[in-house]
Nanobody, 123 residues
Framework: QVQLVESGGGLVQAGGSLRLSCATSGRTNSIVATGWFRQAPEKEREYVAA????????YYADSVKGRFTISRDNAKNTVYLQMNSLKPEDTAVYYCGLSLFGPASAHYEYDYWGQGTQVTVSS
C-alpha cells in the first residue's frame, strides 16, 4: 500500500509564493516518478510538473515554466512544488500522483493520488 499526503496550500496574493509538499510512505519500491496536477472548478485535471525518481529529471507544463520548481528530498520521501509569481489562474486544487510508468504528463499514467490541497491566488 502507498500513501501520499499533500500539504502547503493556502490563500496568497498574486505575485506571492507557496511551497507544496507531497509526502509518500508505504511500498514505494516500484514508483518511478511523481507528478503534480491541478484541477480548477469545472475544468479537467491539468498537468503541472513531474520529476523522475531515478535521475531527478524535471519536466514542466508551459504555463508554469520559469515560475514553478519541482524537487525531491529522498531522505524524507517528499516531493516539493515551489510556486513563485503566482497568478489568479493558478487557483486550483493541487494533487500529487505517483507513477509506475514514468514522469508523464497524462494523469492516467499515475497510479496513486493524494487528497489534494487548495491553492487560491487573489488578484
Amino acid at each position: 500500500q502507498v500513501q501520499l499526503v499533500e500539504s502547503g496550500g493556502g490563500l496568497v496574493q498574486a505575485g506571492g509564493s507557496l511551497r507544496l509538499s507531497c509526502a509518500t510512505s508505504g511500498r514505494t519500491n516500484s514508483i518511478v516518478a511523481t507528478g503534480w496536477f491541478r484541477q480548477a472548478p469545472e475544468k479537467e485535471r491539468e498537468y503541472v510538473a513531474a520529476i523522475s525518481w531515478s535521475d531527478g529529471s524535471t519536466y514542466y507544463a508551459d504555463s508554469v515554466k520559469g515560475r514553478f520548481t519541482i524537487s525531491r528530498d529522498n531522505a524524507k520521501n517528499t516531493v516539493y512544488l515551489q510556486m513563485n509569481s503566482l497568478k489568479p489562474e493558478d487557483t486550483a486544487v493541487y494533487y500529487c500522483g505517483l507513477s509506475l510508468f514514468g514522469p508523464a504528463s497524462a494523469h492516467y499514467e499515475y497510479d496513486y493520488w493524494g487528497q489534494g490541497t487548495q491553492v487560491t491566488v487573489s488578484s
